[in-house]
């Protein structure tokens, strides 16, 4: 009687096989965790890119960015700090905008989403322009991890986003310089161009140049944004 041939696997091939199967698997899990943690971090990305832009508009309109920055502190290295971007309401009412509020961050915090954990002024004392700020926000792009719930010290501080807004702002008074034409007036701080005007008095020149100036030495603080 003729024997059958039997064949199949030997313990080794299996051993290889499963191995190389191992393989894949956790290159595949890997590959998907990276996707995952990339897709998260382009979401944290765009809420931040939301708030900013949130922000630049709000600042945008001169009487909520007035109402920000107003009482402001001058001098060299002069911080503010800020609850919040303040805006008008329906009845002309200045209040922080609860989007653009800042949020604390306690240690069992559960929150997922980008919040704003810190805002201020800092004085960067441009007095040529009247009185320059920049308006300092900090983000959190995920106030669990922030909250101390991290596996890391590093993994902590990549929640942190810091972005500066310039703002310029201005309380200079103003005053008109003149000169007989075709002097030029003096003027230390001008805003406008020469302009030429005729004189009102029919005794004197018939033509003088007018400048507005500006006069920052007794700016105490800020008044209002450019």
């Known amino acids: 009687m003729k024997r059958l041939n039997q064949s199949g696997f030997s313990l080794i091939e299996i051993m290889v096989a499963v191995s190389i199967l191992s393989v894949i698997m956790v290159s595949v899990m890997m590959l998907g965790k990276n996707m995952t943690k990339e897709s998260t971090n382009m979401e944290k990305k765009a809420d931040i890119t939301s708030l900013v832009n949130q922000i630049q508009q709000a600042l945008n309109n001169k009487e909520n960015c007035s109402a920000t920055v107003m009482g402001a502190t001058s001098g060299a290295g002069a911080k503010t700090l800020l609850s919040g971007i303040k805006t008008l309401d329906a009845n002309g009412n200045l209040k922080v905008d609860p989007r653009l509020a800042v949020s604390s961050i306690a240690a069992s915090d559960t929150r997922n989403s980008t919040i704003i954990n810190g805002m201020y002024l800092e004085y960067t004392g441009q007095l040529f322009n009247g009185a320059s700020y920049d308006l300092v926000v900090t983000f ?24 500066r807004f310039p703002l310029q702002l201005d309380n200079c008074a103003r005053n008109i310089a003149t000169a007989p034409s075709p002097s030029t007036p003096t003027c230390a701080m001008p805003i406008s161009s020469v302009v030429s005007v005729s004189s009102q008095n029919p005794s004197g020149v018939n033509l003088w140049n007018l400048q507005v100036c500006r006069d920052c030495a007794t700016r105490a603080t800020v008044r209002g944004c450019l």
């Open 140 to 163: 959190v792009k995920k106030p669990k991890a922030a909250a101390g719930n991290a596996t890391s010290q590093g993994t902590i501080l990549s929640n942190y986003v810091q972005k």
